[in-house]
């Protein structure tokens, strides 16, 4: 168990809909990272959230948002969804801003748009 | 472009012996690189990492070795268990730039290990 949590396991949604990812990062973790894993692609990094502000950004759709709120928890919200943003979603943390620390995982957010 | 290379989709060992398995990277600017675990329906989870000052990091079973001129990293793990059957990540991140701290993956190796 890496401490990190991701609600829900699975989603299931048809095109055009908007959807909300939730994380919890391990305990005493100030950065939030999200991470997208298409069948034919890698882990493919999204954003980094440190101590709420926005911190970097990856390949990150227009359409997708995120927040880290005050309690560290984290949202990515993905609007106007297409049969492509069906992917596993992966949130992990990390104690200070990333550098030279590993990160740790959640088990993900399956996403199937039908 | 794929900054960070896994050749090896698959590689097959049996219990008891070496499982070596292999990573490349086409940026100079990496200088931490880590290796992760995942089993299906789990996310992935932190094994062992090394910094660039570092040519060798070992963990128990697990040891990274790294060769910055030919950037290139392995992963040794001996002796090889049936528990250690999962797919292995490869990844990197760099210092400095607007990308610090943030993780460049592999596409990850399947390994085997055959009681």
């Known amino acids: ?114 | 472009d794929q900054q960070v290379k896994q050749n090896s989709p698959s590689l097959s060992v049996q219990e008891g012996r070496i499982s070596i398995l292999n990573c490349d990277y086409t940026n100079s600017m990496f200088d931490y690189f880590l290796w992760y675990k995942k089993y299906p329906a789990e996310g992935p989870t932190f094994l062992i990492s090394i910094s660039s000052i570092k040519d060798k990091n070992e963990d128990g079973r697990f040891t990274v070795f790294l060769n910055k001129s030919a950037k290139h990293l392995s992963l040794h793990i001996v002796p090889s268990q049936p528990g250690d059957s999962a797919v292995y990540f490869c990844a990197a991140s760099v210092r400095y730039g607007g990308s610090q701290g943030n993780l460049i993956f592999g596409k990850g190796t399947k390994l085997s290990v055959k009681p």
């Open chain 1, 1 to 114: 168990d890496s401490g990190v949590t991701q609600t829900p396991k699975h989603l299931i949604t048809a095109t055009g809909q908007r959807v909300t990812l939730r994380c919890s990062p391990r305990s005493g973790d100030l950065s939030v990272y999200w991470y997208q894993q298409s069948l034919d692609q890698g882990l493919q990094f999204l954003i980094q959230y440190y101590n709420g502000e926005e911190r970097a950004k990856g390949n990150i759709l227009e359409r997708f948002s995120a927040q880290q709120f005050p309690d560290l928890h984290s949202e990515l919200n993905l609007s106007s969804l297409e049969l492509g943003d069906s992917a596993l979603y992966f949130c992990a943390s990390s104690t200070g801003t990333g550098i030279g620390q590993p990160q740790h995982f959640g088990d993900g957010t399956r996403l199937s748009i039908l």
